[in-house]
């Protein structure tokens, strides 16, 4: 077994806590995660020279917590912006560092991003989150493993709807 795969297993058995809701953990501080975030959110819109969104209300969307999902907020790179057909969408979750990026067309499942996204958008997207503290889980096929965790999901859950989706 890869040594990287079962390190980021590893820390998502870690991250597997919550506090008086699930869909966050116990120590969550909304308005460092907001401050972080928006951090984060500047140094990829300069990184990615992001000048136009292809939604009209991103940018109030995207200084905002996403309700009803353990996926705190996510920000978009336009595709043309990063030479592919499809926008990056780049997520991080309400349990710290934890976060994630894929091609908004294959909705998170696609593991060869070498083969749709050149190395140097992958390096500058995995430089800014490390610089803000998050983890990238990669591959995405990670979280898509059956979840085993600590809540007693009784429909088949995987760890990306533990810690990016809808709970």
Do not use: C
């Given at each position: 077994m890869n040594e990287h795969a079962e390190n980021l297993r590893q820390l998502l058995r870690t991250a597997d806590s919550w506090g008086p809701r699930l869909d966050r953990p116990g120590r969550f501080d909304y308005h460092e995660s907001v401050a972080r975030f928006e951090?984060?959110?500047?140094?990829?819109?300069?990184?990615?020279?992001?000048?136009?969104?292809?939604?009209?209300?991103?940018?109030?969307?995207?200084?905002?917590?996403?309700?009803?999902?353990?996926?705190?907020?996510?920000?978009?790179?336009?595709?043309?912006?990063?030479?592919?057909?499809?926008?990056?969408?780049?997520?991080?979750?309400?349990?710290?560092?934890?976060?994630?990026?894929?091609?908004?067309?294959?909705?998170?499942?696609?593991?060869?991003?070498?083969?749709?996204?050149?190395?140097?958008?992958?390096?500058?997207?995995e430089n800014a989150l490390t610089e803000f503290g998050y983890v990238a889980i990669k591959p995405n096929s990670l979280l898509f493993e059956p979840y085993d965790g600590l809540i007693p999901f009784h429909d088949g859950a995987t760890w990306f709807r533990r810690f990016f989706g809808y709970i």
């Open positions: 951090r984060l959110a500047g140094r990829l819109e300069a990184e990615f020279n992001v000048t136009e969104w292809t939604d009209p209300d991103e940018t109030a969307r995207r200084r905002s917590h996403i309700q009803d999902t353990v996926t705190f907020d996510y920000f978009e790179i336009p595709g043309k912006t990063v030479r592919t057909q499809s926008d990056v969408r780049i997520r991080v979750s309400n349990f710290f560092p934890l976060a994630m990026y894929h091609l908004v067309e294959y909705q998170g499942i696609y593991d060869n991003m070498e083969e749709h996204l050149g190395s140097q958008a992958r390096r500058d997207i």
